[in-house]
């Protein structure tokens, strides 16, 4: 019988308190097959793993139980612990005695008998453990990264840098993200497009960097080190190599619509360009909006092209790519403005959302930086900005706090402070989150320098009357109501995770929390991970960000994604399926049931293809004769598991 | 009957409903103790015949946690699951054991409130049952 030894963890008081440790210890000590137990303050302390170590060569021992936290956190830890003293990482069972119970109940006595059930349940689990060796698979060393604003960028070049291949693909038809919409940056007012654009003229020319613009993914398949993933490119129906960039085609096109770029405030052609500085820098026919050329409606753009860059026969384009790992850096978008009628967004055009009010400070803008209001083009003389907006409102809206609003709101106060030195802006507030670097100076000096006028409290209305905004809100430090007659209103919109990024997540299995953002496979420990390996995070997507946190994630998640590369090949989870040849009738149930086609008919026995198999265990419980099964979870170790559960 | 604590066998799914259990240990949400867990890697490893097992070791509920339509991690595990619950709810019920005593729920890892809430549902529903007995099925399933 195998030899175990079981190590019982206090984690300080997190379960001692709870879970009666000590006589856990005396009554699993006649426990079959145990022969040596410990209980110990931290387990996974350096002094807690050697006593393992020790108790391991001691008693020679055969496999451990480690009685601690979920071992979501520390199961690698022990694993790597037992490895040293050349103990197979696969004969230590983690007994998962805190989230699960010392943490979930109160009564020391239920508490303890039932973290002496789940022991002895991993007793049960370990006592038919095999040793394994992990499958060990072929690396591709190729990286995709879904998304080309700033996150997506520096990650992009991190990696091509590194001496990897990177394929960038972006929705829009150029790289830059919102990034490049913006006027200025907090808290240093540094230049937004002036910072980004060599980052993207970089990451368009380097050899290392394929960029798909216009293009989607549509599936990953595959698994860590080898997937292949669908992409599917739009086209652009103008040849960027023979385009000259002189704009005759735009004054030619008889399509306006409303133009993305600057939100809304000004208008494009149906064939443009997304803004001066785009990569690739190339024209793009908007097919939703173009007249149409099957047959051709209107043609004006080709006849205006002289050197004939426009070609209406080019294709949507499916393009497969194989790569090793991903980054998904899909970014934000605001939350939906139509949900907040009270503000009267969409109603009065001089009330904006944040990033069209970006667009109105922005040089590159619908009026080329100067202050002026959408509805009359009069120079606005106070403006009130409504923070919050969608933001920490569980009942109505979001319930999580944005981030960046409290920040990006300020610094527009004070760039509009800058443009109309005697202009007069109010903020209306529910609290001043600013903790950053040099964040809080920036807020300060705004406060006392700039005379921003700070209200803490709620709008609850916005309505006309003449030319003037007329704000209701209420200040909640003095009780009273307010009423501001302004020029313009700038709502502080919330954040949610960008548009299609959440059907993305599922068709990538990748889970996200209610709000959509993707979930890192640990939120302090593995925050630039999925818990689908293989797959990265980085930027917005896994939750609100500004840029410094978002290129910092990005640079994060690429050096995670270079470490993996520069493996020669990878390893894969052994705990897989196998078959019984002897029990086998070869059915082929397994095989239809098997969603990675891991499973194949050879000489009448159904066999399992390692590199594939994931490991559900899906054709385990349909194989009609018992011959499938799962590598350290077979059939008999849960019916064991489940005799000493109900003992 | 007032005394009686039932004995629960909780099969959860390793990416979701797992993590969502562990979601309740750091939040400290509390629930009763009478469920232990077996964790598996997805819920369509879970075999009826353990299921059944579990009944004929004496066990007074089942309860099963996988991910939501579309989000089995392993693409469709999750359906397979249900199909296999649903028709073994019909054979326990044949068998003269109420098939609310197996329950699946899709509960996501972010969904540690859930969990506690359907542990505590569930066996509130099991002490209300009572011990498992091969004659409290109802008549007929439906």
Known sequence: MKKIGVFICHCGVNIKDTVDVERLTEELADYPGVVYLENYMFMCSDPGQNLIKKAIAEHKLDGIVVAACSPTLHESTFQNAIEEVDINKYQMEIANIREQCSWVHNVKEDATLKAKLIIKSAIEKLRLNESLIPVSAPLTKRVLIIGGGITGIQAALDIADGGYEVILVEKKPSIGGHMIQLSETFPTLDCSQCILTPKMVQAGKNKNITLYANSEVESIEGFMGNFTAKIIRKPQYVDPD???????????????????????????????????????????????HCLGFEPIACGECREACEPDAINYDVKTEEISEKIGAVIIATGYDLYPVENMAEYGYGKYPDVLIGLQFERILSATGPTGGVMLRPSDGTVPKNIVFIQCSGSRDPERHLSHCSKICCMYTLKHAKLYKHKVPDGQSYIFYIDIRSGGKRYEEFIQQAVSEEGIIYIRGKVAKVYKEGDKMIVHGMDTLTGKKMEIETDLVVLSQGIVPSEGARQLAKSLKLSTDEAGFLIEAHPKLRPLESLQSGFYLAGAAQGPKDIPDAVAQASGAAAKVLALMANDEISHEPVIAYVDDNKCSGCGICIGICPYGARVLENGIAIVNDVLCEGCGACISACPSGASQQRNLTDDQINNMIKVILG | MSNFEPKIVCFLCKWCTYSGADLDGTSRLKYPPNGVVIKTMCSSRIDPEHILYAFQQGTDGVFIGGCHPGDCHYQTGNYKTQRRVLLLQKLLQQMGINFERLQLEWISASEGKKYANKIIEFTDKIRELGPVSRMDGKEDIE
């Open chain 1, 242 to 288: 023979k385009c000259t960039m002189c704009d005759d085609c735009t004054s030619a096109c008889p399509v306006v619509v409303p133009d993305e770029y600057n939100e809304g405030l000004s208008f494009r052609k149906a064939i443009y360009v997304p803004f001066p500085q785009a990569i690739p820098s190339s024209y793009t026919i908007d097919m939703e």
